[in-house]
């Protein structure tokens, strides 16, 4: 119980320590419709009372799925039911079966150890400057209110000037662009010596999360192309980002053939401005 499931800046595991920053989010949710997972007040009530009554339990542990065209997300009502009572913090991941979620309720997961009282807006916006600085090295205050809602932005773009004024942050500028960056004095102190090695990252890499920035900061274009119809895909299906150095020089395609126990890389794909060291990148790669 190290760490619990939510959303950050996508689906992620977090430091059970940090339980209560996810509080306000939840808190949120609980306000709002939703498309994906609609309020249906009825299918929660079951759900949570079966739960209550038999322990843990998968989405396919409930009916089956509706008739019909089916896809991604085209769920069947528990399991919208469940997703939904899960964003809203009534109830928990417990632990995954392969990729199957197993939902509990929060007392049965949460240790009784942890501080689930509700963060204030000035402590919420506190965490969220130093984590973000902590491990984006840099960044302005709508990437650090990056997907929060109006009332947070505004928490945060105040307490970016309380901490700049009280020295615990600072405030710089990057060469051609036209709005401020902050960062923490020890980022500054300590920034490491560029090198070559070859990374090949997530799509969901804190480096790459956020695409406005990625292009801004490294003129790199990059879209996750499974939520993309197959026609319409540009480098594949899960096309994963390649940093050589400082570079962001490519995107590779990448499946697992489970049946065979193999990695197969269906296509790689290097950028225009890498010209130079293509066969020894490819290699290394």
Known sequence: RQAFEYWSHAAAYLPMKDYRYSLPMKKAVRKRESSWFPNDPKMMKNVMARIRKEGPLRPKDFEKAKQGKTGWWDWKPAKKALERLFLEGRLEITRREG?????????N?????????????????????HRTLRHHGLATGAEIAYLRKSPTKTSVIATLKEME???????????GIDQP???LPTSLDNI????TKIHILSPFDNLVIQRKKLAT?????????????????????????VLQGTRLVARIDCKADRKNKQLLVQ???FEKKVEIGRASCRERV
Do not use: W
């Open 192 to 195: 490491p010596r560029a090198g």
């Open 181 to 183: 960056y902050f960062a």
């Open 165 to 175: 004024s009280a020295h615990e942050i600072i405030k710089i500028s990057v060469e």
């Open 217 to 241: 900061f490294f003129n790199y274009d990059y879209q996750i192309e499974c939520y993309v119809p197959a026609p319409k895909r540009k480098y594949g299906y899960f096309c994963l980002p």
């Open 99 to 107: 990729f199957q979620k197993v939902y509990d309720i929060p007392e």
């Open 267 to 269: 296509a790689t794909h």
């Open 109 to 129: 997961v949460i240790p009784r150890s942890v501080d689930t009282a509700m963060p204030s807006e000035a402590d919420y916006s506190r965490f969220l400057i």
